[in-house]
């Protein structure tokens, strides 16, 4: 996606330990103007799949993924990443480590809002280790529903967890995939 | 707002401890098209306020502050609950405590992101007894923006936050406020 790359050339900060910062339109302070386009090239992508839910994780995918829904006519469902008062009941539970941070946590979602009739697309904002992505996808395959595929928004090419996903048939489409990035030049190379 | 009324009558669920659960179209599961009314209802109140930027705070904010946002035009900026690799520099801070957990945690906003010129209109899910909201205030004042008011989901009117935050001055806009509701017989009455 071309307005995705021009963007991410023009405000990302490639910084220290291979992470990208791209906080100024898509994790901290959002571009929603920008995430309507994500969603109709995600329509795009995924249209005559029959998508009945979204799936998500917080934080940084939810407004992504609540933004593409409106294409898909669907609701959004995220994963929580600690249990609350507000999840009672039975839940999936998935285990997931966190690129950014390193720490290693449970997302849970409710098992009442996911049943083995949904087709479910799953949005995220970053592929990279792919923990996430992994750990969301074990939960659509718990509740017996079908994963018709994960749409990202920024994957980095240059680290393991896209092609283990995708080796392993599940359909990952992403909107821009970084095959190198370098901290001192500022250089990115998309694929 | 008669429809998020009837929906809560509908879907909400009392639980001990004066939690409402709303996460079958709220904060876990969400209802996009219901969103899309409150962004409506919210523009009724606050157009002519010249709005610039909604704030909100991870997670459950976030998705109900970008459907919001379309109808306002404007950038969603989210305050977050734990410093991550990916917010580096300046960053204006605010305590704030966890109604639902009962956690105590700093939130953090970068500072290139908030400027004073800006209008700011905070959205969240829930108002109990406003700790967050006076966190998120207290942002928007230390950064020099204006803060134009809050648009506010589901107030709980029997818990102090609302009228706290009302009596020292910002307009607090809530689409639905509930003066009781009763555990065992399942009744809401609403302001």
Do not use: W
Not at 139 to 150: K, P
């Amino acid at each position: 996606m071309e307005l995705l790359k021009e963007r991410i050339r023009k405000d990302g900060k490639i910084k220290a330990g291979n992470v990208l910062k791209v906080d100024s339109f898509l994790n901290h302070q959002m571009d929603i103007d920008l995430f309507s386009e994500f969603g109709k090239e995600f329509l795009n992508i995924f249209k005559g799949e029959n998508i009945t839910k979204i799936l998500t994780i917080e934080s940084s995918g939810i407004g992504i993924a609540c933004v593409v829904a409106q294409y898909f006519n669907v609701p959004v469902l995220f994963a929580k990443k600690n249990k609350t008062k507000n999840i009672a009941g039975e839940t999936y539970t998935s285990r997931v480590e966190s690129f950014t941070t390193g720490r290693v946590y449970d997302i849970i979602v409710s098992k009442e809002f996911l049943k083995n009739d949904d087709r479910v697309l799953i949005i995220d904002d970053f592929l990279a280790n792919g923990s996430a992505l992994q750990g969301l996808s074990k939960i659509v395959t718990d509740s017996g529903a079908t994963l018709v595929g994960a749409g990202i928004v920024i994957e980095k090419g240059f680290q393991p967890g896209g092609d283990l996903i995708r080796k392993s048939g599940i359909r990952v489409e992403s909107l821009a995939i970084i095959d190198e990035m370098d901290e001192k030049s500022g250089t990115i190379k998309f694929r």
